[in-house]
């Protein structure tokens, strides 16, 4: 009885121990590699999957996720001979989980390796002010040499990012000063660009304010030029209005008469203007013959002018 026990337990472990590795659960985003007998024999996929016990063996197992990597940090020297320290991140992906089992013994310090030394290549053809301008086209040149070798691997990069650059002490210093320098250049420049700005503001200015004021002076003596010849033509008409009237009212009856009174007070007046003004006082010789000074002045008055049609009586 004891011995019927012992082997019944004995044939329970070996069911459990045949099942356990019979039975493979693979997890979701994962590839395991099958050997049977110490050969390549199949890649299980994501869920279960029977093994033949004790002939089959799970001999890899591969993440198909995006893994990322960090790159140590290493020296390269620039075209310029600059040693710069750098280091970075690189990212990847298991494509082929056979060949990532048997194209490499260990794809992950062979891409490490590669990644240095590409890097160290691509730098070299660059000067130091080029390297930090010009990351995208390192990451770019690193990941394309790592995906062309990598592709034997198994492996698919999908990018390399720099994460430091990092210059000697001295070159930093330098590339300070440097950055000082052209700030002050900078802030030159522009202060000179504002003055020179200003000055041409403030000419321009002055031409504008004079061309402003000449066109007022110009516009002013315009209007006044009217102004005048408006006033001369409206005093020639009233004048002229005047003259007609004068004429016409010495043609009424009686105008004769008041022409001679009007020439007799101004002769009067004007010889006692003269008396008043002079200390000498000149008298026409005839002044006691008034009557016939009138008479002559008004012979000119009705004298008709050439070519004036006398009126009808």
Same mark, same amino acid.
């Given at each position: 009885?004891?011995?019927?026990?012992?082997?019944?337990?004995?044939?329970?472990?070996?069911?459990?121990?045949?099942?356990?590795?019979?039975?493979?659960?693979?997890?979701?985003?994962?590839?395991?590699?099958?050997?049977?007998?110490?050969?390549?024999?199949?890649?299980?996929?994501?869920?279960?999957?029977?093994?033949?016990?004790?002939?089959?063996?799970?001999?890899?197992?591969?993440?198909?996720?995006?893994?990322?990597?960090?790159?140590?940090?290493?020296?390269?020297?620039?075209?310029?001979?600059?040693?710069?320290?750098?280091?970075?991140?690189?990212?990847?992906?298991?494509?082929?989980?056979?060949?990532?089992?048997?194209?490499?013994?260990?794809?992950?310090?062979?891409?490490?390796?590669?990644?240095?030394?590409?890097?160290?290549?691509?730098?070299?053809?660059?000067?130091?002010?080029?390297?930090?301008?010009?990351?995208?086209?390192?990451?770019?040149?690193?990941?394309?040499?790592?995906?062309?070798?990598?592709?034997?691997?198994?492996?698919?990069?999908?990018?390399?990012?720099?994460?430091?650059?990092?210059?000697?002490?001295?070159?930093?210093?330098?590339?300070?000063?440097?950055?000082?320098?052209?700030? =002050?250049?900078? *802030?030159? /420049?522009?202060? &000179? #660009? !504002?003055?020179? $700005?200003?000055?041409? %503001?403030? +000419?321009? @200015? =002055?031409?504008? *304010?004079? /061309?402003?004021? &000449? #066109? !007022?002076?110009? $516009?002013?003596?315009? %209007?006044? +030029?009217? @102004? =005048?010849?408006? *006033?001369?033509?409206?005093?020639?008409?009233?004048?002229?209005?005047?003259?007609?009237?004068? +004429?016409?009212?010495?043609?009424?009856?009686?105008?004769?008469?008041?022409?001679?009174?009007?020439?007799?007070?101004?002769?009067?007046?004007?010889?006692?203007?003269?008396?008043?003004?002079?200390?000498?006082?000149?008298?026409?010789?005839?002044?006691?013959?008034?009557?016939?000074?009138?008479?002559?002045?008004?012979?000119?008055?009705?004298?008709?002018?050439?070519?004036?049609?006398?009126?009808?009586?």
């Amino acid at each position: 009885m004891p011995g019927s026990i012992a082997f019944a337990l004995i044939v329970l472990v070996l069911a459990v121990v045949f099942v356990f590795r019979a039975i493979k659960v693979v997890p979701q985003q994962h590839a395991w590699i099958v050997e049977r007998l110490g050969k390549y024999d199949r890649t299980l996929t994501p869920g279960l999957n029977f093994l033949i016990p004790f002939v089959d063996r799970v001999a890899y197992r591969h993440s198909l996720k995006e893994i990322p990597m960090d790159v140590p940090s290493q020296v390269c020297i620039t075209r310029d001979n600059t040693q710069l320290t750098v280091d970075g991140v690189l990212y990847f992906q298991v494509t082929d989980p056979m060949r990532a089992s048997y194209g490499a013994s260990n794809y992950v310090v062979a891409i490490t390796q590669l990644a240095q030394t590409t890097l160290r290549s691509v730098i070299g053809k660059l000067e130091l002010d080029r390297t930090f301008e010009e990351r995208g086209l390192i990451n770019s040149n690193v990941v394309a040499a790592l995906d062309e070798a990598a592709t034997n691997w198994g492996v698919k990069v999908l990018r390399y990012e720099i994460k430091d650059l990092t210059p000697p002490q001295e070159i930093l210093r330098s590339m300070q000063a440097q950055i000082t320098a052209e700030r =002050e250049k900078r *802030a030159l /420049i522009a202060a &000179s #660009e !504002g003055r020179k $700005q200003e000055q041409i %503001n403030i +000419a321009t @200015g =002055e031409r504008e *304010a004079q /061309i402003q004021r &000449s #066109e !007022g002076d110009r $516009q002013g003596e315009v %209007n006044r +030029a009217l @102004g =005048e010849a408006a *006033a001369i033509s409206a005093l020639a008409d009233a004048s002229a209005k005047a003259i007609e009237r004068v +004429a016409a009212a010495i043609r009424q009856p009686g105008g004769i008469d008041a022409v001679n009174l009007r020439v007799a007070e101004k002769y009067v007046e004007a010889i006692a203007g003269m008396a008043r003004t002079n200390n000498t006082m000149i008298v026409p010789a005839n002044l006691g013959d008034l009557s016939g000074l009138v008479a002559s002045a008004m012979a000119v008055v009705r004298q008709p002018s050439a070519g004036q049609v006398p009126p009808p009586r």
